[in-house]
């Protein structure tokens, strides 16, 4: 097997792996892919298999997994989970500046580089070591402040921040408030303090007469 049969066998291979972000992830499976792949990485001058990995989108699935981890172990998942999360953080640590830095910036924040932190922050804690707390810490505190003089990645990072302010305001406001279905008046209050239409079972009035005139 000559050079280039072997990167395009990785790279199949490689796209394989994605039953591990849009399956059911199982935690031990997770860190011990991350932590070959990571190992694999640097690579050498004959053989790059940091850039092999780079060009399959490693960056975009090693942030994905780190994603639905922290989601799994916040919904009650294992405590394994924690470890899997360090794997999918320390390749994107390794790697996030390679080459020219901002274009894995940029990939690693679409693919949910800010939900990640953000979800798996609450279990920083719970790691044994403080160096591989350090590890995910040092992403946001020194690696992405050097990247925010890029417009394009300022742009997706801003969009990334909006979004994530949208989810947290809709989910605040859930069973807390709700409007008129009368287009006229459109009321917000209370959900407890409205009529809901007795044909329909779906429309909120604030009045019987403001669902009349509707």
């Known amino acids: 097997m000559n050079t280039s049969q072997a990167v395009g066998k990785i790279k199949a291979n490689t796209k394989k792996l994605g039953f591990l972000i849009h399956g059911a992830l199982v935690s031990?499976?997770?860190?011990?892919?991350?932590?070959?792949?990571?190992?694999?990485?640097?690579?050498?001058t004959q053989f790059p298999l940091k850039n092999v990995f780079l060009s399959a989108n490693?960056?975009?699935?090693?942030?994905?997994?780190?994603?639905?981890?922290?989601?799994?172990l916040n919904a009650g998942g294992p405590?394994?989970?924690?470890?899997?999360?360090?794997?999918?953080?320390?390749?994107?640590?390794?790697?996030l500046e390679s080459t020219d830095g901002f274009s894995w910036i940029i990939q690693s924040t679409n693919a949910?580089?800010?939900t990640a932190f953000i979800d798996a922050g609450p279990?920083?804690?719970r790691i044994?070591?403080?160096?591989?707390?350090?590890?995910?810490?040092?992403i946001v505190r020194n690696i992405l402040p050097q990247y925010l003089v890029y417009r394009s990645v300022m742009e997706v990072w801003y969009s990334t921040l909006k979004n994530a302010y949208i989810t947290v305001e809709a989910n605040d406001m859930k069973g807390k408030g709700a409007t008129c279905d009368n287009v006229r008046y459109q009321k917000?209050?209370?959900?407890?303090?409205?009529?809901k239409c007795a044909a329909c079972q779906t429309s909120l009035y604030c009045s019987k007469e403001y669902q009349i005139i509707a």
């Open 28 to 44: 031990t499976t997770a860190t011990v892919y991350m932590d070959l792949i990571g190992r694999l990485s640097p690579g050498n």
């Open 123 to 125: 279990h920083l804690l």
């Open 112 to 114: 949910g580089l800010l």
């Open 58 to 72: 490693m960056i975009s699935f090693a942030t994905k997994v780190a994603v639905k981890a922290a989601a799994l």
């Open 188 to 195: 917000v209050d209370e959900k407890n303090n409205f009529r």
């Open 79 to 95: 405590q394994s989970l924690v470890d899997t999360i360090i794997s999918a953080f320390a390749y994107l640590t390794s790697y």
């Open 128 to 138: 044994q070591h403080p160096e591989d707390v350090n590890m995910i810490v040092i």
